[in-house]
């Protein structure tokens, strides 16, 4: 039991100052409060304090040395693809903002994805898109998650490439999506286009057609974007 409170204010201590690190509260060159500031600011052991400093170091955001104290790193070398640095993120961030990088990154390796995805031409991989693509028609119509299969369509392509260097990017992807999905129904109104868009990206990839797969992928990318972009204000933002 005292472990699991312990691990509890770990969490607790490791969120909130992640949240401020990623708000600008601690910048980059910034010290930390110490040890025992933490301790008195969230009545938390020294143990607890400890292990939710090694949490922010292991994110990359810090940087600790004995009897100096942690100093935030500079931004390039915090793991932006880590899920709770991207939560942290989105907190601190606009959504347009938040979305728009988002989608700006997304835009830079999901393109050359599909490409290689219908270069590679594995059934196996493909057949994973497809059905993720139907399981995408069946959320549309209210039987199934949209943002879990809109996920897998999408984590099937950057497997299908055969590059394990792409996998890593789907957290990235997931968080996307969890955050902008409420965003872009309310921009477009309904899935039909989404589901278009979708199926243009895997009829390319079953063809074997790597410049089509590649062109409709960022077609679909794009006009999510111009539409963020432009949008007067986001409704339904997360």
């Not at 394990?164 to 309904?190: D, E």
């Amino acid at each position: 039991m005292a472990g699991n409170q312990t691990s509890s204010v770990t969490d607790e201590i490791a969120n909130i100052l992640g949240r401020e690190i990623l708000g600008g509260l601690f910048p980059p060159g910034a010290t930390l409060i110490g040890e025992e500031e933490i301790c008195a600011r969230f009545r938390a052991s020294r143990s607890a304090a400890r292990e939710a400093v090694k949490i922010l170091w292991a994110k990359g955001l810090l940087v600790t040395r004995p009897r100096r104290g942690s100093r935030i790193r500079p931004l390039k070398d915090w793991n932006f693809l880590d899920p709770s640095v991207l939560g942290w993120l989105r907190e601190s961030a606009t959504p347009r903002h938040f979305i728009t990088e988002l989608l700006e990154v997304r835009l830079g390796f999901e393109c050359e994805a599909a490409a290689l995805a219908a270069s590679r031409n594995n059934a196996d991989e493909i057949a994973a898109i497809r059905e993720a693509f139907e399981a995408m028609r069946a959320a549309s119509s209210g039987q199934g998650d949209p943002v879990l299969s809109d996920a897998a369509f999408h984590e099937a392509v950057l497997a299908a490439t055969g590059n394990r260097f792409f996998l890593p990017l789907s957290a990235l992807i997931h968080t996307a999506l969890q955050y902008s999905v409420p965003t872009t129904n309310a921009l477009f109104g309904h899935q039909v286009g989404d589901l278009d868009a979708h199926g243009k990206v895997l009829k390319a990839i079953e063809a074997g057609d790597s410049a089509r797969a590649r062109k409709a992928m960022h077609d679909m990318l794009s006009e999510v974007l111009a539409r963020v972009r432009t949008a007067v204000e986001l409704t339904g933002a997360a």
